[in-house]
């Protein structure tokens, strides 16, 4: 197993970071190695904004659900969606693309490419030592948080990321079990897949006992549907679609 393989496998999410900033060189680094990830046809449909003004940090932490790791931590970035550079460069080309741009195909293509490019971020701040966490509590209010980074159309932000020198060892949190996740030449039945999650049922269940001193009994399956029994943030397609994104 190479360094790289231990690195994504020893992956934990760190909500409480010493009070020691990231260098400029780690920034740039951090920043680079997400512009090295794969994008759809190399269209870059992300940017990255970096969050160094302690005022603003502390208003994206308010607006993320007072989630203090967003205000106190070595770097935040917000990753966002971003079409408003290809209008300019279309601008340049004098041509019209507001029809892609629009199209349900362009958010997923700018949805993901977002998603690898923070990911990339993710496993390089963590290969030099550091800790991060993904911060979707921003969605909450978006609204507001573009608004306060001044996001114009075409720009949406999608989620932050906290990076920073670890203060806390949360633990490996268990994963689904392998079988219940990879499937070959097909889908797999139900009557394969309900053994492997009633068993990872146990397992979480007992996971969060040991780690909570008998305070939280519930496994995974029972959270899920519990959190998700209820819609949340049911105002994102209007606000997506005033930003002029996904209306087709």
């Not at 496998?9 to 794969?38: D, G, N, W, Y």
């Not at 079988?179 to 049922?201: Q, R, S, T």
């Amino acid at each position: 197993m190479n360094e790289t393989i231990q690195t994504l496998l020893a992956h934990q999410s760190i909500r409480k970071f010493k009070e020691q900033p990231l260098t400029e060189e780690m920034i740039q680094t951090l920043v680079q190695s997400a512009q090295a990830a794969s994008t759809s046809s190399y269209q870059q449909v992300y940017s990255i904004i970096g969050i160094e003004d302690p005022a603003i940090k502390k208003e994206l932490a308010t607006l993320a659900g007072n989630q203090t790791y967003v205000e106190k931590n070595g770097y935040f970035f917000v990753f966002c969606l971003d079409y408003h550079r290809h209008q300019l460069i279309a601008t340049m080309a004098g041509t019209n693309i507001d029809d892609t741009v629009q199209s349900k195909e362009a958010f997923m293509v700018g949805t993901i490419d977002v998603s690898l490019a923070a990911q990339n971020l993710a496993i390089a701040a963590e290969s030099l030592g550091l800790g991060i966490v993904y911060i979707g509590g921003l969605r909450n209010n978006l609204e507001a948080v573009s608004s306060l980074l001044e996001c114009p159309d075409h720009v949406v932000p999608l989620f932050g990321m906290a990076v920073g020198y670890p203060d806390a060892t949360p633990g490996l949190k268990p994963r689904l079990p392998k079988e219940a996740v990879f499937h070959v030449n097909g889908y797999k039945k139900d009557e394969e897949a309900l053994p492997v999650l009633e068993a990872f049922e146990q397992t979480t269940a007992t996971y969060y006992k040991e780690r909570t001193g008998g305070e939280r009994q519930e496994g995974w399956a029972k959270q899920m549907a519990r959190v998700m029994e209820t819609p949340n943030r049911l105002y994102m397609k209007e606000f997506i679609e005033s930003k002029g994104l996904d209306k087709k």
